[in-house]
């Protein structure tokens, strides 16, 4: 079974440009997560879709984050513009419901300079 | 409010056993997660435990207590790959399950 895929792996940007991250879950799993986990840190939830609805995005900074799962499948997390305290890593998982073990892909190191 | 609370750091032999807690103040428990995230990888599971008791799994255990807050983990026979972060995590809610993550325990094994 494929796991949870996500891309690119790194990035680097300058401040104030856009990033864009790409993420596919494990097929058949409704339910997707976006976490932030700085170094150190436990992961901090974002954003988390059941199907292509979203379910909790109370942590997610508005202003500058999106993000969309538009065929209930994939789903991208923008960052526009990115600010130096944005460099982490970005963690995407897929879990069959939300009350299951969640399963995280390699995640995105993001390097803001 | 909702907290959770573990260790940052912790040392151990390798061979021996090693305990990590977490305690946890939320409303609407439903139950707590354990991961394993070595350095500059991914979270995997270990553990999840519903009700009261022990729950052992090959060289790894998990506890639960809901009454008083408290799980741990328990790893035996330690292996210098158990090197790592151990993150508890706890659920709430009834329809829309919200996990709630602690720091992570970084276990240090020494030969």
């Known amino acids: 079974e494929a796991g949870v895929a996500q891309s690119p792996r790194y990035k680097i940007i300058e401040k104030r440009q856009s990033v864009a991250f790409w993420c596919n879950p494990i097929?058949?799993?409704?339910?997707l997560y976006w976490y932030q986990q700085i170094l150190g840190q436990g992961p901090k939830l974002l954003i988390q879709f059941q199907n292509n609805g979203v379910v909790d995005d109370s942590q997610l900074p508005k202003d500058r984050f999106s993000a969309e799962r538009l065929k209930g499948v994939d789903s991208t997390l923008k960052i526009q513009p990115a600010k130096l305290e944005d460099s982490a890593v970005y963690l995407c998982?897929?879990?069959?419901?939300?009350?299951?073990?969640?399963?995280f892909g390699p995640g995105t190191r993001l390097t803001v300079l | 409010g909702q907290n959770i609370d573990q260790p940052t750091e912790m040392t151990a032999t390798e061979g021996a056993i090693v305990q990590i807690n977490c305690t946890y103040q939320?409303?609407?428990?439903?139950?707590l997660f354990w991961y394993q995230q070595h350095a500059g990888e991914a979270p995997t599971f270990l553990s999840y435990n519903v009700l009261d008791g022990l729950e052992e799994k090959g060289r790894f255990s998990s506890f639960l207590s809901r009454s008083k807050g408290y799980s741990y983990l328990l790893l035996k026979e330690l292996q210098m790959k158990d090197s790592a972060s151990y993150l508890c995590?706890?659920?709430?809610?009834?329809?829309?399950?919200?996990?709630?993550w602690g720091a992570g325990t970084k276990l240090i094994i020494k030969p």
């Open positions: 998982a897929s879990s069959f419901n939300q009350a299951g073990e969640q399963f």
């Open positions: 097929s058949g799993h409704a339910t």
């Open positions: 995590a706890v659920t709430k809610g009834h329809s829309n399950y919200q996990l709630i």
């Open positions: 939320t409303s609407g428990f439903n139950g």
